[in-house]
C-alpha cells in the first residue's frame, strides 16, 4: 500500500507541473495571438496595394501578347502577299496553293473587316494567277503540231500529252477547290474568282477547239482531194465516213480531258464549254459536207456511188453523232440528219434518172450534117457505163437497198409501168429483192436500147457483130467473171435475159455473117438462088469464096469479142463447126461429078484452108 501511495504521489507531483507548463504555453500563445493580430493590421494595407499592382502587372502582359500576336499577324500577312503577287511557280505548286487555303482559313474563322477584305484581294489575287497559268499550260499543249485523226483509225488519236497532263493535274484541284458563290456565298473573293474560272474555261474551249480544227482540216483538205480525183466513187464516199469517224473520235478524247480539266464542272457550265469547243468543228463539218454535195451535184451520174457510199457510211455514225455532239453539248439541231436528207434526196432521184439516161442512150447525136453519128461496132459507151454501174452496187447494197425500200418498188420507171418481175416471199430480204429489181429494169432498158442501136447500121453483118460484142461484155462483167458479186444481185429472170439475149446475138451473126457461106450452097433454089447445073455449082463456089473474102474483110474493119480471148476461140470453134463440114461435103460431091476441066480456079481452097482462115478470123 505504501508503494502505491507513494506512486500516486509522484503521479500527481507529475501532473501539477504539467498543469504549470500548460498554462505558461497558453499565455505565451496569447502574447503570439495578440502580436499576430496587431501585425496583421499593419500588413493588411500593404497586401491591398499589393493585388493592385498584381492586376496591372498581368495588364501589361495581356497587351503585351496582342501586341506581338498583331505584329506577327501583319509580318505573315506581308509574306503571304508577297508570295501571291509573285504567282505560282509549275515546280512549286504547292507553296502558293498552301499560302492561299491558308488565307481562305482566316476568311472562315472571322477577323476583322478590314483583315477579311485584304485576304480575299489575296486570294482572288492568287486565284487569278492561278488561273492565267492553267491558262498557260494549256495554251502550251495547243501549240503542239497538230495531228492526222484519220491516220489513227479506228482508235482515237494523241491529243494533251502525259507530261502536262500530270503538271496540270495538281492545279485543277486547286482551282476547283477555290470557294464560289454557290458554295461560300459570304467569301467577298467568291465572285471575282467565278468570273476568272469562268474566263479560264472559255479560254481552255477556245484554244482547244482551234487545234482540234486544225487536225481536221488538214484531213478534210486530203479527203476533198481523193474524193474529186479517186475513180472509185465508193472509196471516195467511204473516206467521207471515216473523216466523220475521226471528228467523232477527237470529240470524244476532247470531251474527256474536259471532264478532267475542267474547272467549273455544274452541267450548265459544262454543256456550255463543249458547245464553245465543238462550235468550229460543226462549222469545219458543215462546209465539208457541202463541198462533198456540190461535187455530186454537179455530175450525178458520175458521182452517183460517191453519195450513195457517203450517205451509207453517215448513216451508221448517226447513233453516235446523236451523243456525242447533241446530247453532250445539249444541242437540238442536228448537222448530220440535215446533210443525210440532202444527200438521200439525191440518192433517190438517182435510180430514175440512171434508167432515163440507159434508155436515151437510143438517141444518137446529130453530125453537123444533120444525121446521127455513125457507131463502131465494139463496146459502146453506154454499155461500159451500166457494167460500171451495177459492179459498184454490192459495195453500196445497203445504202441502195435503203433508198430503193424509200423510193418504192418500180417508182424508178418514173410513170413507165410495168409490174415487179417477182414478189419478195415471206422473211425474204425486201431490200435485197428491190435492188435485184432494179438490176433487172436497167439490164432490160440497156438490151433493149442495144437493139436500137443496133438498127443505125446499114448492114446486117456489122449490126450482128455490134449486138454480140456489146451483150457478150455485159454477160461476162456481170455474170460469168464478175469483179465484184454482182452476179448475187442478178435475179434469175435477170440472168435468163442476159443469156437469152446472148443465144439471139450469137444467132444473128451466125445468119447475118456466116449464113451466106453455107445457103450458098443449099439444095433449095430459094435459098440458094441457083441452079443444079455444072453452071450453078461453079456459081456456088465462086460467091462462097467471095462471101468468105467479105467475111475475112469485115472482120478485119470489126473485131469480135475483142476483149475475150476464150469466148472468141469458142466462137471461132462454133463457125468451122458451122460452115466446114457443109462446105467439105459439097467439095467433095462435086469434085468427083467434074464439073469444071478446071477445078482449081472456083475451089480456091481447101476445106482445111478454109478451116485455117476461119480460124484466123478469131485470133
Known amino acids: 500500500m505504501e508503494d502505491e501511495a507513494a506512486e500516486i504521489e509522484l503521479l500527481e507531483q507529475h501532473l501539477n507541473k504539467t498543469t504549470q507548463i500548460s498554462q505558461r504555453m497558453t499565455s505565451i500563445l496569447s502574447k503570439f495571438d495578440t502580436r499576430l493580430v496587431k501585425l496583421e493590421k499593419s500588413i493588411l494595407p500593404l497586401h491591398n496595394s499589393t493585388q493592385s499592382l498584381t492586376r496591372l502587372v498581368q495588364n501589361i502582359e495581356s497587351t503585351l501578347q496582342s501586341i506581338d500576336k498583331v505584329v506577327s499577324n501583319h509580318e505573315g500577312i506581308a509574306a503571304e502577299e508577297a508570295l501571291i503577287l509573285r504567282g505560282p511557280q509549275p515546280s512549286d505548286l504547292t507553296a502558293y496553293i498552301d499560302a492561299i487555303e491558308r488565307l481562305n482559313a482566316n476568311i472562315a474563322f472571322k477577323a476583322t473587316d478590314r483583315s477579311m477584305r485584304d485576304n480575299a484581294r489575296l486570294v482572288e489575287t492568287g486565284a487569278k494567277k492561278l488561273a492565267h497559268l492553267y491558262t498557260k499550260l494549256v495554251a502550251e499543249a495547243s501549240a503542239a503540231p497538230p495531228v492526222q485523226p484519220m491516220a489513227y483509225l479506228p482508235s482515237s488519236p494523241p491529243t494533251i500529252s502525259s507530261a502536262l497532263l500530270t503538271t496540270l493535274q495538281p492545279l485543277v484541284t486547286a482551282l476547283r477547290s477555290l470557294p464560289l458563290p454557290a458554295t461560300h456565298p459570304s467569301n467577298p473573293a467568291s465572285s471575282g ?150 444527200m438521200r434526196g439525191v440518192c433517190l432521184r438517182s435510180f430514175p434518172e440512171f434508167l432515163a439516161d440507159v434508155k436515151l442512150a437510143e438517141v444518137l447525136p446529130l453530125a453537123p450534117g444533120g444525121k446521127p453519128i455513125e457507131i463502131g461496132t465494139g463496146v459502146t459507151d453506154i454499155t461500159n457505163t451500166v457494167v460500171d454501174y451495177l459492179t459498184q ?122 449464113g451466106p457461106l453455107v445457103t450458098v450452097f443449099s439444095e433449095d433454089k430459094e435459098k440458094s438462088g441457083l441452079g443444079s447445073g455444072k453452071q450453078s455449082t461453079k456459081e456456088r463456089f465462086l460467091r462462097f469464096f467471095a462471101s468468105l473474102e467479105e467475111v475475112a474483110e469485115t472482120h478485119r474493119f470489126a473485131k469480135v469479142l475483142e476483149e475475150d480471148e476464150a469466148g472468141r476461140k469458142k466462137l471461132g470453134e462454133e463457125m468451122v463447126r458451122f460452115v466446114v463440114p457443109v462446105f467439105k461435103v459439097f467439095v467433095e460431091k462435086h469434085r468427083a461429078k467434074d464439073f469444071s476441066k478446071n477445078p482449081s480456079k472456083y475451089i480456091k481452097a481447101t476445106p482445111d484452108e478454109v478451116e485455117r482462115q476461119i480460124r484466123a478470123l478469131f485470133k
Open 193 to 342: 474568282i467565278l468570273n476568272a474560272l469562268k474566263e479560264a474555261q472559255g479560254g481552255y474551249a477556245e484554244m482547244r477547239s482551234g487545234w482540234a480544227k486544225k487536225c481536221l482540216d488538214g484531213d478534210a483538205r486530203r479527203v476533198a482531194e481523193l474524193v474529186g480525183a479517186e475513180s472509185n466513187s465508193a472509196e471516195g464516199g467511204k473516206k467521207v465516213g471515216m473523216w466523220v469517224e475521226a471528228l467523232l473520235n477527237l470529240a470524244e478524247v476532247e470531251y474527256g480531258h474536259l471532264l478532267n480539266l475542267g474547272l467549273l464542272l455544274s452541267p450548265q457550265l459544262l454543256a456550255t464549254t463543249y458547245t464553245s469547243f465543238i462550235t468550229p468543228l460543226l462549222t469545219l463539218f458543215t462546209s465539208t459536207v457541202s463541198n462533198v454535195q456540190s461535187l455530186i451535184k454537179s455530175s450525178l451520174s458520175k458521182h452517183v456511188f460517191l453519195a450513195l457510199s457517203a450517205y451509207s457510211s453517215l448513216v451508221a455514225l448517226q447513233p453516235r453523232w446523236d451523243d456525242v455532239m447533241r446530247q453532250r453539248a445539249g444541242r437540238r439541231d442536228n448537222e448530220l440528219a440535215e446533210a443525210l436528207h440532202s
Open 393 to 514: 452496187l454490192p459495195g453500196v447494197q445497203d445504202a441502195v437497198g435503203a433508198t430503193l425500200l424509200i423510193l418504192g418498188d418500180g417508182n424508178w420507171r418514173m410513170g413507165a409501168g410495168g409490174a415487179s418481175i417477182t414478189k419478195s416471199a415471206p422473211g425474204e430480204d425486201e431490200e435485197k429483192v428491190l435492188v435485184e429489181h432494179f438490176t433487172f429494169d436497167v439490164i432490160n432498158a440497156l438490151l433493149r436500147t442495144l437493139s436500137t442501136l443496133s438498127k443505125t447500121h446499114r448492114r446486117p453483118a456489122l449490126s450482128s457483130i455490134f449486138l454480140l460484142n456489146n451483150i457478150a461484155h455485159l454477160r461476162q462483167h456481170l455474170l460469168v467473171a464478175p469483179r465484184t458479186p454482182i452476179d448475187d444481185l442478178l435475179s434469175e429472170p435477170t440472168q435468163t435475159a442476159l443469156n437469152s439475149g446472148l443465144r439471139s446475138a450469137k444467132a444473128g451473126y451466125f445468119e447475118s455473117v456466116f
